[in-house]
């Protein structure tokens, strides 16, 4: 038996995660509009590939009560290191998100998935590239652990286990009861609403990348990406499409630059034409820091919400957070609540609450970038609250 295979024999408990979960209801969301230990999400998900197309507005049920939804940024379990060799993050017996469970509890939680999947994890990696992540269906079935419902696949790591990780990673998330947003294709289309059903509410997701580490190599699934200023012209129609036959658009998006403290004026220009378009909420990663989040219109922008699961301690790059958003029963934002955490070093790499010192830090980052963009919080206790956003309802 090689290491790498004796350091990710898992229990049986994990191993039983590989089929889907339990399928009882979702509990009612508490009224709070700001609260720590919201009910717990259901992992029985529906998911759904088909692209939306245009047809007539329908007209939608009422909603039976409030959503809270919960979104982190990069995910990984692992990378390889100069001497080929695998390091992985968490150790078999570890639980990585276990310190931060309560503050990720929602309806639907979502994250960035940055580590491809493979069915059988080589022990050398397939690219050149410095950074190379990667991770087996075992390492991935923590993600089931921390109730993870939904993981973006649309980033620049996509390929880093060549086509053949592009093609496992959706497969193996859906073996664990996990939907796979923005997964390479080798069929069109490209770009697609993806559907995910809770408690009587229809979210509608958008999931691209505008950075990418490899060109789109003939004959491999196609990425979907898209440069920011295409956004509009691109997703627009799917978008018009969409909204008429969902309760709520979320765009999740990596983009950005490595470690800028500031999005870039093209990233606020497509972001704030989205929510014009009708998209609810935008949520982007890549920078591996925090950065600001803005108020428009009747919806928010988180620019970057950095590092989650990652193996970059240092200063800045391991401060983070989960960011809540509470719609209300007429599908307005009622409220935005920006959890704080930091990366903890040991036993393992893992998120936990940020309190004390630490979350003076992660708090003062995330207030001064967001006042660069025109947002001011509302301190409650160790998080930051937005509320008093417009109630202009979507037509339908």
Known sequence: MSKLARCWLLPALLLACSGAGPSSPAPTTPPAPAATSPAPVPTQPVPSDIPVTAAPTPALPTA????????VGDVIFGRYRGDNTFDAIPGPNDHPFADILELMRSDLLVG???TPLARDLPFKSPIGARFRFGASKQMAAHLVDGGFAAMSLANNHAFDLRAAGMLDSPEILRELGIIPLG??????PTFRVETIERIGWKLGFLAVTARRNAPQFEGTPELPFLAPGDFVATLGPLIDAARAEHDLLIVFVH???EYADDPGAHQRKAAKALIDRGVDLVVGHHPH???GIERHGRGAIAYSMGNFLFENTNAVPRLTGVLRARFDARRCLEALTFHPAY???DPSKHPAPATGGVGKQVRARMTSLSERLGTSFELRGEDLVLSGFA???PAG
């Open 112 to 114: 960035n998935l940055e």
């Open 64 to 71: 039976r009560g409030p959503i809270e939804l919960t979104f």
């Open 183 to 188: 997964a390479s294709r080798p069929e069109p």
């Open 255 to 257: 983009w950005g630059d």
């Open 343 to 345: 990366i903890k070093r």
């Open 391 to 393: 109630c202009d309802p």
């Open 289 to 291: 820091v925090l950065q």
